[in-house]
């Protein structure tokens, strides 16, 4: 018996144990969320139909998602090759690997699987026999082949052998896999003050705030990697881009440039700094009543925060909330709580029952990479009901 099945699913948690003082129900009539206090029954506010909480409507769609495992395995040859919908070539890495993740994932919360544990061995083999003997990156032979391995090709590989050593990991299997220290170190930028300013310094930051916060964030940890891994001394240059930073900090958002940008891709650049390197380094966070300000300001009534977000653009934004909640206290905590509830309707919103996932376009066929709005899920759960998600301070 797994520890799943002990436990039952992490997501259906008794009203009273819920970390928010109402419960959160949705309408299908309405088709709307509604909060009540504990111990009041779920009748909707509008019409006073008897409804369900939102995580009952979660599990029970997600239940399902097996389905579209299968649908997108490929069936013949080795175990745990996946395909991709908007991909020509009859499998891709990066859907095995996303598929890997998320199964990773839904069985932590208690989701039955259909695999066996034997099934899962020869996912993770299958995965390792595509590590290049010269780069030891695991590549893939087809985007390899197309690309005649360019340095993209080699970019793109990086970062997926890096995610994949993380779920490997993360599934209690640290050894299989690691990224060679020679690929960390030519990815390396914070190699002197002036190449670390000349990083820093771009006008990237005010069209693309999300990736510059992305870039920096990878930056800094390859960076401290590499001079733990070679025994080096801190050489100041992660308290450099700590103090550019602060510097560069707007008060008035309490997020970072923009301004040429929406302010979702900007919410998403200040979701990568304060939560990959404020938080994970117990860096103080600055106006952080101002992120929580500028943040629930941004949702709209479909529970997105803005450019009709999908996934990452919606969890990004919910992580400031989350890290204001743990550090200030009461601070529009009630607010907070609603405005995780709404992100329900943005989950539905993007739920084929049809194709038995989530899916950002439903005109088009669900891809692998649209299991990514699970995490949106689990976030939701996080701030309600608190199934811990990430390490909460
Ligand atoms: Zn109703």
Not at 98 to 122: K, M, N
Not at 125 to 130: A, D, E, P, R, V
Not at 157 to 174: C, G, H, I, Q, T
Request: proline share 5%; glycine share 6%.
């Amino acid at each position: 018996m797994t520890t799943a099945e002990i436990q039952g699913n992490r997501l259906i948690v008794p009203h009273e144990n819920w970390r928010s003082k109402k419960i959160y129900a949705y309408c299908p009539s309405c088709d709307d969320v509604f909060g009540v206090p504990k111990g009041e029954s779920l009748n909707c506010t509008g019409c006073r139909r008897a409804c369900r909480d939102v995580f009952e409507h979660l599990v029970e769609r997600i239940n399902t998602i097996w389905r579209f495992f299968e649908h997108m395995r490929v069936q013949d040859g080795p175990f745990g090759l996946f395909r991709e919908s908007d991909y020509p070539n009859p499998w891709s890495l990066q859907a095995t690997y996303r598929a890997l993740e998320t199964r990773w994932s839904l069985v932590e919360y208690g989701f039955e699987e259909p695999y066996t544990p034997w099934q899962i061995d020869e996912w993770v083999q299958t995965i390792l026999s595509y590590a290049h003997p010269e780069s030891g990156l695991i590549e893939e032979p087809f985007a390899a082949e197309q690309t005649n391995r360019s340095q993209e090709f080699f970019g793109t590989m990086y970062n997926l052998s890096n995610r994949l050593a993380e779920v490997f990991k993360n599934m209690d299997k640290p050894d299989v896999y690691r990224v060679p220290l020679q690929q960390l170190q030519h990815y390396d930028h914070l190699t002197s003050r002036q190449s670390t300013l000349d990083f820093l310094v771009r006008d990237l930051w005010h069209t693309n705030p999300w990736g510059m916060g992305a870039q920096t964030s990878y930056q800094v940890d390859r960076h401290e990697r590499i001079l733990h891994e070679t025994n080096q001394p801190d050489d100041g240059m992660v308290a450099l881009v700590h103090h550019w930073l602060d510097e560069h900090q707007d008060p008035q958002t309490g997020y970072w440039f923009g301004g040429k940008a929406t302010m979702n891709t900007s919410a998403c650049g200040a979701y990568k700094l304060i939560c990959w390197l404020y938080r994970t380094r117990n860096w103080k966070i600055n106006h952080l009543e101002k992120i929580v300000d500028t943040t629930l300001g941004l949702q709209t009534p479909r529970g997105d925060f803005g450019d009709n977000g999908y996934s990452c653009r919606v969890w990004d934004p919910m992580l400031l909330l989350k890290v204001g909640m743990d550090r200030l206290g009461d601070y529009r905590q009630e607010e907070i709580f609603d405005a995780a509830a709404r992100v329900f309707l943005n989950v539905i919103d993007h739920w084929s029952d049809e194709e038995h996932t989530f899916t950002q376009d439903k005109s088009k066929p669900a891809r692998i990479l649209d299991l990514m709005q699970w995490a949106v899920v689990l976030y939701i759960g996080e701030f309600l009901l608190g199934v811990p998600i990430f390490g909460n301070e």
